[in-house]
Nanobody, 121 residues
């Protein structure tokens, strides 16, 4: 059973930056497709970004160009660098382990507990 532990959330002013980390254990990390979802208050969870074992990435439309997903297989960790943050980026951010199909669509399977990100305007 994979364990995913997020860190790095917090409060920041609009225009600022945060970096989230997710440490994974219980699986062969280098072979995993990893991703981030988020859930804003009163809204459904939505894709933020995903990265497969070969480095192929997929981003949600609302974050493309501002957020960057990366991975360090030596540390079993996936990162989400968030720049130019907006108030609408506020929510709980969840790390996932999942599947990326040939089209690049990402399907999360295992979930972390989440970390809160609050952006004030």
């Amino acid at each position: 059973q994979v364990q995913l532990v997020e860190s790095g959330g917090g409060s920041v002013q609009a225009g600022g930056s945060l970096r989230l980390s997710c440490a994974a254990s219980g699986s062969i990390f280098s072979s995993n497709t990893m991703g981030w979802y988020r859930q804003a208050p009163g809204k459904q969870r939505e894709l933020v970004a995903a990265i497969n074992s070969g480095g192929r990435t997929n981003y949600g439309d609302s974050v493309r160009g501002r957020f960057t997903i990366s991975r360090d297989n030596g540390k079993n960790t996936v990162y989400l660098q968030m720049n130019s943050l907006k108030s609408e980026d506020t929510g709980v951010y969840y790390c996932n382990k999942g599947v990326m199909v040939n089209s690049g669509t990402y399907y999360p399977v295992d979930w972390g507990q989440g970390t809160q990100v609050t952006v004030s305007s």
